[in-house]
């Protein structure tokens, strides 16, 4: 039986205590980390998650088509445009492409996606359809994993230039951007969270929602470190 609900800064800190699931605490990330990751395991990574960020987009335009409030609808297109780019910004997922590049996949087949493994698409897809058929306020909350996101972005950009130097400084600048842009997004997500889910049963199945979007994640780094096992010493 569920309790008294939590108020605001309590229902917020149970929503960032789901951070020990974020996908930066998965051994695949812990190596990225450490600079243990061979050429080919990075590629891997880059082309899959390459996945997910064209199918962000589409997420978002879900939620948007399902969202009777305008006003949500104003500040949430923003985040359609920050990903497709808009008049001269050519947005994330050609950033994206660039950092595929900067990691020596060919334009082309990081496009076709044919590097793209079973196990990710099948996450994605996951993702995206839940976004499609929830409540928006629920898929909404979904994108909270956002407030992970910072963390994981200033250590990319901290620790990749020492440890992969291979790797041309300017495919870096999805991470660069992504820090101010997920800050924003997470106020705005974590506002209507904070309004919509007011029992403690509602409050409840936020929880589950945001751990179904941690466990994607998961889920995602999971299948790329089961397919790009390390090979440096073969290499050598």
Not at 7 to 29: C, M, T, V, W
Not at 153 to 178: C, E, I, M, T
Not at 209 to 229: E, G, N
Request: with cysteine; net charge neutral; hydrophobic share 40%.
């Amino acid at each position: 039986m569920s309790g008294k609900p939590w108020n605001s800064a309590e229902f917020e800190a149970q929503l960032r205590s789901k951070g020990d699931r974020y996908h930066i605490h998965h051994p695949f990330n812990i190596q990225m980390r450490e600079g243990k990751l061979s050429k080919s395991q990075l590629q891997g990574w880059v082309a899959n998650r390459f996945y997910y960020q064209v199918n962000i987009p589409q997420k978002d335009a879900a939620i948007m088509a399902n969202c009777d409030d305008r006003e949500t609808r104003r500040r949430w297109i923003q985040r359609i445009m920050d990903h497709d780019g808009f008049g001269e910004n050519a947005g994330g997922i050609e950033a994206w492409s660039r950092l595929g590049e900067a990691v020596g996949i060919d334009r082309d087949q990081l496009w076709n996606q044919s590097l793209v493994l079973p196990g990710v698409r099948f996450a994605v897809d996951a993702y995206v359809n839940f976004a499609r058929h929830a409540p928006w306020q629920e898929a909404v909350c979904s994108s909270l994993t956002e407030m992970f996101a910072p963390e994981i972005h200033k250590q990319r950009l901290a620790n990749w230039p020492k440890d992969y130097p291979w790797v041309a400084s300017d495919g870096l600048n999805y991470f660069r951007s992504r820090i101010s842009l997920a800050e924003r997004d997470v106020e705005h997500g974590l506002e209507v969270t904070l309004k919509y889910f007011q029992t403690r049963a509602q409050q409840e199945r936020a929880l589950h929602i945001l751990q179904f979007k941690l466990d994607v994640l998961w889920s995602m780094s999971d299948a790329i470190a089961a397919a790009y096992p390390n090979d440096r010493k073969k290499a050598a």
